[in-house]
């Protein structure tokens, strides 16, 4: 995970420029499932696309993501995965 991490720490610290910073970003929060949700704001000329899976109660991964907004949701173990495909998002753009 840890290339996972860093991958997202220098997209972020590319992006910031002491404005971008104050209206977009990575949220990565818990949620009550229990589960997590990752939002990525601030970018744009990304290929959408859409994942709805449930392999159990515990282990599911909903993401939305459009060309500007990454969001997704998954079950308590399922972070790294979502990670994953948040950092394949953001290094995807359209051509």
């Known amino acids: 995970m840890t290339n996972l991490i860093e991958t997202l720490q220098n997209w972020y610290t590319n ?3 002491d404005v971008w ?6 949220e990565i929060t818990n949620i009550d499932n229990p589960g997590w949700k990752v939002k990525i704001t601030g970018t744009t000329s990304h290929i959408p696309f859409n994942i709805n899976i449930e392999r159990c109660e515990t282990d599911w991964v909903i993401v939305n993501a459009s ?3 990454f969001e997704a949701f998954g079950g308590a173990a399922n972070l790294s995965e979502i990670l994953s495909l948040a950092v394949e998002w953001i290094k995807e753009e359209k051509t």
Not at 21 to 26: A, C, K, L, P
Request: glycine share 8%.
């Open 67 to 69: 060309d500007t907004v």
């Open 21 to 26: 910073e104050h209206s977009f970003g990575i």
């Open 15 to 17: 992006k910031c420029d």
